[in-house]
């Protein structure tokens, strides 16, 4: 009777979320008609609108940190309905490394465990909790945020909603260290040798789309981001405001890196919400550039001191880089204030 009186308690729960989800901002565009069925799908019943890969849960508790998913690429169906879920199943001691949804909020309910979670704001301030079964957390949209399960002998787990069909996960680890940005870049960023960011290298690696190709663009590099029309202006005095040569890069939400050297005159576009660099690597002359934004208030956050200055816990960051507690208090130190 106890287990019943539970399931139906855990049903009604489900279902409230669902509720909350349908009041939140949708983070994708409205769509002109009840729903959007594929060109390869001719005849659409029930079965359409149902996603059964959750079934999987039911076969056991995994070793390591798991996502399963329902999202625009598993459930077509959500194609214009702005909203995906996902199960995070959390054995003892796992976390789910600093990331960020540039797409949509998260709306996350915590079903069994206790969880450590939190988020960074654009002013690098944390907040943080640790969620009790039953509890529902909130992370803004593209804001760095973690969940982290410290207990030694119990496993967590936790349903996640979105406010998008395809929220745009960004995992910082993978994202700065897997894909490609160079070692020069990534050690005057994070204030640290280049040793230390071959080792970050060397630990294990673990859409709505980025951005639109046209139809007749078949191969894209950082060519295709860079506008070189600039160069043959006669610039007079704006040329004493753009000079140098500038590497620039950003990395998508497949950990593509797209990079360029830039010359004075050409134009570069980051997409929204995606990470970016830009270093100049000449040892002589200076770069000077003008960036402008599709925003009063781009909201700039700047990975190093988010996830190195703000008190994030040691265990979540040294878990989520796969790397020692000793090489995380040094990124600390070197990221902190100086008197």
């Not at 669902?18 to 409205?30: L, Q, S, V, Y």
């Not at 999987?56 to 995994?62: D, H, I, K």
């Not at 909020?105 to 640790?130: A, C, P, R």
């Not at 410290?150 to 395809?166: E, H, L, M, Q, R």
Request: aromatic content about 12%; some cysteine; glycine content about 8%.
């Amino acid at each position: 009777m106890a287990s019943k009186t539970f399931n139906m308690k855990f049903f009604a729960l489900l279902i409230s979320s669902f509720a909350i989800i349908r009041m939140a901002i949708a983070g994708d565009p409205d769509i002109l008609t009840d729903f959007i069925v594929p060109p390869n799908v001719t005849y659409v019943n029930g079965d359409f609108f149902t996603f059964t890969g959750m079934r999987a849960l039911l076969g056991g508790f995994p070793t390591v940190f798991k996502v399963t998913k329902a999202s625009l690429a598993e459930f077509p169906a959500l194609n214009g309905q702005s909203v995906s879920y996902a199960i995070l199943e959390f054995p003892a001691g796992t976390t789910n490394p600093p990331h960020t949804h540039r797409r949509a909020s998260e709306l996350l309910f915590l079903t069994q465990g206790t969880l450590q979670v939190g988020f960074v704001d654009t002013t690098n301030k944390l907040f943080n909790k640790t969620l009790q079964a039953g509890d529902v957390f909130v992370f803004p949209k593209g804001l760095v945020h973690f969940q982290y399960n410290d207990d030694v002998k119990f496993p967590a787990i936790a349903i996640s909603a979105f406010g998008s069909a395809n929220a745009g996960t960004v995992s910082l680890p993978n994202t700065l260290f897997t894909t490609g940005i160079d070692d020069n870049v990534l050690a005057k960023s994070f204030k640290i040798d280049v040793a230390t960011i071959k080792a970050l290298k060397a630990g294990d690696p673990d859409i709505l789309t980025d951005f639109t190709v046209p139809p007749n663009v078949i191969d894209v590099n950082g060519d295709f981001f860079t506008f070189t029309g600039m160069r043959a202006c006669p610039f007079g005095w704006l040329s004493h405001y753009l000079q140098g040569t500038l590497q620039v890069g950003f990395v998508d939400t497949t950990k593509k890196l797209f990079n360029k050297t830039l010359q004075a005159g050409d134009v570069f576009v980051f997409p929204k919400g995606l990470v970016h660099f830009q270093y100049n690597d000449d040892v002589k002359f200076p770069a000077i550039a003008i960036s402008t934004f599709g925003s009063a208030n781009a909201g700039t956050v700047s990975l190093p001191n988010t996830l190195f200055t703000t008190g994030i816990d040691d265990n979540v960051l040294a878990k989520s880089f796969k790397t020692d507690i000793a090489t995380i208090k040094a990124l600390k130190a070197g990221l902190a204030p100086q008197p």
